[in-house]
Every structure is written in structure tokens, then in C-alpha cells.
């Protein structure tokens, strides 16, 4: 039933809860958008599952635990926010060898080693890269 379903814009919903892991089963999703709720628990590795997934959107919630290394399979994701959580752990190789993915993400907390280190955006200029509805800048 929802096997088409393209975009998941659930911006600042109140939403509480965890994401579940059947998520990676709706593998037509292009965006996922859940920032600014209160989701907690982990980022699911089943997300690594997404094929077509360009952006994902988690910042602003209460997501903990590390980054999943699955998440390096998401080969036409171009934009991966995940500040303003408590994600701890170090940018796997995997997710680091996406060239296109550009990681947003508290310093203080993740460690990013990817050689390019223009892929790795520091928490001091996610200003600059606010998303509006679908992921595009305003």
C-alpha cells in the first residue's frame, strides 16, 4: 500500500517515538523528513535499504546510538542532517565513500575521517543550508 510512497514530510509534528525498521521496506522514498519532532532510539540500518533515497532530514529530535554503516549503500543520497541529536561514533568508510553525500552533523559529538573533508559539514554552517519544504534552500 505504501511500496510508492515518495515523500515522508512529517516536519515538526510532534511525532515522539522511534523510527520503525520497516521503513526500509518503502523503497520508493526519495525524501525522508522527520526533523524537529521528538523521535528517539536509533537511526534503523534498514534505512541502508533506500536505493533511491536523496535526502535525509533527522536533526532537531532525540535520536542516539552511532551512524549505521548500512547507511554507505544510500548511493544517491546527496544530503544526510543529523545535528542537534545525540548520535555519537565516527562517519563510517562506507558512508564516506558516497562522494555526493554531504554529512551535517554536531562536532562535538561525531567524528568525521572522510578524506574529503568538504563532505563533512560542521554544525557552525548548517545556517546556511536551512532546508524549506523538499529539501530546497531559501
Do not use: Q, W
Request: glycine share 8%; hydrophobic share 35%; charged share 15%.
Amino acid at each position: 500500500m505504501l511500496s510508492s510512497l515518495r515523500y515522508l514530510y512529517l516536519l515538526s509534528n510532534s511525532i515522539t517515538g522511534t523510527i520503525p525498521s520497516e521503513i526500509g521496506m518503502l523503497s520508493s522514498l526519495r525524501y525522508i523528513i522527520l526533523s524537529r519532532n521528538s523521535i528517539n532510539g536509533t537511526i534503523p540500518s534498514e534505512i541502508g535499504m533506500l536505493s533511491s533515497l536523496y535526502l535525509l532530514f533527522l536533526y532537531d529530535n532525540s535520536i542516539t546510538g552511532t551512524i549505521p554503516s548500512e547507511m554507505g549503500m544510500l548511493s544517491s543520497l546527496t544530503h544526510l542532517y543529523l545535528f542537534s541529536n545525540s548520535i555519537t561514533g565516527t562517519i563510517s568508510t562506507e558512508l564516506c565513500a558516497l562522494t555526493n553525500t554531504y554529512i551535517y552533523y554536531d562536532g562535538s559529538e561525531i567524528s568525521c575521517t572522510c578524506v574529503e573533508d568538504d563532505l563533512c559539514v560542521g554544525v557552525r554552517r548548517r545556517a546556511m543550508y536551512e532546508p524549506n519544504k523538499f529539501g530546497h534552500r531559501h
